[in-house]
Nanobody, 126 residues
Framework: QVQLVESGGGLVQAGGSLRLSCAISGRTFSNYCMGWFRQAPGKEREFVAAINWLSDSKAYADSVKGRFFISKDSAKNTLYLEMNSLKPEDTAVYYC???????????????????WGQGTQVTVSS
């Protein structure tokens, strides 16, 4: 089992920045793909970004490309999401997620992932 715990959410004004963290514990492997998804009220969960733990390959949703940056600290077993130039439409619960056996690639469908954190709220005021 893998446990994922997000932190770093909060309330920020439009144009501001936040950094989300995801602490990873339990049984882990180097060939994981880690991702961030978000879900706004009344909307489906959507892909934000992903990174392959082994290859460092990254992928981003078009809506966040150039503003959000995903990274990892292997020594700390922690995943990050740096969010800049935040917009009110970025308001959502953000989830950290992990997929086993990723063979160097990244994945953008929620159904591709095996483990999920409890989520952290990000609210961007206009």
């Amino acid at each position: 089992q893998v446990q994922l715990v997000e932190s770093g959410g909060g309330l920020v004004q439009a144009g501001g920045s936040l950094r989300l963290s995801c602490a990873i514990s339990g049984r882990t492997f180097s060939n994981y793909c880690m991702g961030w998804f978000r879900q706004a009220p009344g909307k489906e969960r959507e892909f934000v970004a992903a990174i392959n733990w082994l290859s460092d390959s990254k992928a981003y949703a078009d809506s966040v490309k150039g503003r959000f940056f995903i990274s990892k600290d292997s020594a700390k077993n922690t995943l990050y999401l740096e969010m800049n130039s935040l917009k009110p439409e970025d308001t959502a619960v953000y989830y950290c997620t992990a997929r086993r056996g990723s063979a160097g690639g990244t994945y953008s469908r929620a159904s591709d992932y095996d483990y999920w954190g409890q989520g952290t709220q990000v609210t961007v005021s206009s």
